[in-house]
C-alpha cells in the first residue's frame, strides 16, 4: 500500500477537518487536509478566519488545501486576500513534513509527489535534515525586461531585479507598487554577496515576507545569469532574506530540475 493510500483508508472521520500550522523559514502557512475535491476553498478560508484563536497565534502568508481523495494528492494555494496562486514553494517544502504527521513516516529518504495547477513537485528531506521541494526547469518561464530586470515565473511570476542597496526606501516603494498595483506580482530586489544571495521579497496579496520559496528561486535563476556567484558551493546557494532567514537553492545534478530546501517547523495541529 502506497503511503497516500494509508491515509485515504483511515485517519479522517465525518467531516471534520485537519488543519495543520506550519513555519517555513518565516512563512506562516495553514494547511487543510480533504478528502474530496468538490470544495469551496474560499468558504474554508472564511472558516478559518472565524478561528481567532488560531489566528491570534500566527498570521497566515498562504492558506494551503491538499487534496488526498486519490492516490496522487493534490494542493491548492490562496493568498490572504483570496486571491488564488497557482504554487508557493515555502508551502510545499511543508508537504514532507506534513505527511510524516499524517502517516506517521519517518524516512528521510521517501519522497512525496504533489500535484499542483503549474506543475508536479516533489517533496522530500535532504541530507541535512532541510525540508525541500524540486521542480522541472522546463517549467520555469524567463524574460529579460531590461538590464539587470527579469519576470521569471516559476508557477507564481516574480519581477527581479538587481539591486546595490537593499536598504533604501526605492526598495520598498517598489516593491509595494509591483505587488499591489493593477497588475501585481511579486517583487523581488536580490544583491550578490560572497556567501550566496541576498534577497528581498514583496509577495502580492500579503506584502514582504520573513522568506519566500519562489522568491528564492527566481533570485538564484537570475544571479546566475547576471553574475557568478563566488565562495559559494555550487550544489546549494544560500538565499539570505532581511528577516534572517536562509533558503537554499540548486539545480539537480541530472540538470532537469530546481530544488529550494530550508528550516520547517510545525507550530499547530487543529481540527476545523
Not at 510545499?92 to 529518504?109: E, F
Not at 528531506?125 to 515565473?153: E, L
Not at 544560500?238 to 537554499?248: D, E, I, M, N, Y
Request: one cysteine or more.
Amino acid at each position: 500500500m502506497s503511503t497516500t493510500e494509508s491515509y485515504r483508508s483511515g485517519h479522517q472521520k465525518g467531516s471534520r477537518l485537519d488543519g495543520f500550522h506550519f513555519d517555513a523559514a518565516g512563512n506562516s502557512i495553514i494547511f487543510l487536509v480533504t478528502k474530496t475535491n468538490d470544495i469551496d476553498a474560499l468558504s474554508l478560508w472564511d472558516r478559518v478566519k472565524e478561528c481567532a484563536d488560531l489566528l491570534h497565534k500566527c498570521s497566515p502568508d498562504m492558506f494551503a488545501i491538499v487534496d488526498t481523495s486519490t492516490h496522487q494528492w493534490r494542493a491548492t494555494f490562496w493568498n490572504p486576500d483570496k486571491t488564488p496562486e497557482k504554487v508557493c514553494i515555502n508551502a510545499l517544502r511543508c508537504v514532507h513534513p506534513l505527511a510524516q504527521l499524517l502517516l506517521g513516516q519517518t524516512s528521510h529518504t521517501q519522497s512525496i509527489s504533489i500535484e499542483t495547477h503549474h506543475c508536479m513537485f516533489n517533496c522530500f528531506i535532504d541530507s541535512t535534515g532541510r525540508a525541500g521541494t524540486s521542480m522541472p526547469c522546463s517549467s520555469v518561464f524567463i524574460d529579460r525586461v531590461s538590464d539587470g530586470d527579469y519576470i521569471v515565473d516559476v508557477g507564481t511570476p516574480h519581477r527581479v531585479r538587481i539591486v546595490r542597496n537593499l536598504v533604501s526606501d526605492d526598495i520598498s516603494r517598489l516593491g509595494y507598487m509591483w505587488s499591489e498595483g493593477r497588475h501585481p506580482v511579486n517583487a523581488t530586489f536580490i544583491k550578490a554577496e560572497q556567501d550566496g544571495i541576498s534577497v528581498r521579497t514583496f509577495e502580492r496579496g500579503v506584502g514582504e515576507t520573513g522568506s519566500c520559496g519562489s522568491g528564492a528561486l527566481a533570485s538564484y535563476i537570475v544571479a546566475n545569469r547576471e553574475f557568478v556567484l563566488k565562495d559559494v558551493s555550487p550544489s546549494q546557494v544560500p538565499v539570505h532574506f532581511r528577516s534572517g532567514h536562509v533558503l537554499f537553492v540548486s539545480r539537480h545534478e541530472n540538470q532537469d530540475s530546481y530544488c529550494v530546501a530550508g528550516e520547517v517547523n510545525s507550530a499547530m495541529h487543529f481540527f476545523l
